[in-house]
Nanobody
């Protein structure tokens, strides 16, 4: 049974940094997309960044240059380094996996329905 568990959320002021982690267990897919989504109160869940098994990553415009997605394949851990945080980045952040897929050359909005496995989320709060 595949399981994802996020950690690293918390509170920070605008301009601060946080690093999220997502530990995956119970799956052995050789090709996949891993992604970070976020959902703010009253808003739809949106994709933020994704990375595939080959290490190719893309980002939505609002976070490009500030956030970095990375992974430790040996430990099955997905990361999201978030720098220069803004109040509009405040949300619940979720990691997700889409087995058997890859990241396109350029950013394409992520579809929630494409991702098969999800974590429970970790809260990020940013004060102005």
């Amino acid at each position: 049974q595949t399981r994802l568990e996020e950690s690293g959320g918390g509170s920070t002021q605008a301009g601060g940094s946080l690093k999220l982690s997502c530990v995956a267990s119970g799956y052995t897919y050789s090709m996949y997309c891993r992604a970070w989504f976020r959902q703010a109160p009253g808003k739809e869940r949106e994709g933020v960044a994704n990375i595939d098994s080959g290490g190719h990553a893309t980002y939505t415009d609002s976070v490009r240059g500030r956030f970095t997605i990375s992974q430790d394949n040996a430990e099955n851990i997905l990361y999201l380094q978030m720098n220069d945080l803004k109040p509009e980045d405040a949300a619940m952040y979720y990691c997700a996996i889409r087995p058997g897929w890859w990241v396109p050359p350029t950013w394409e909005p992520l579809k929630i329905s494409d991702y098969e496995y999800w974590g429970q989320g970790t809260q990020v709060t940013v004060s102005s």
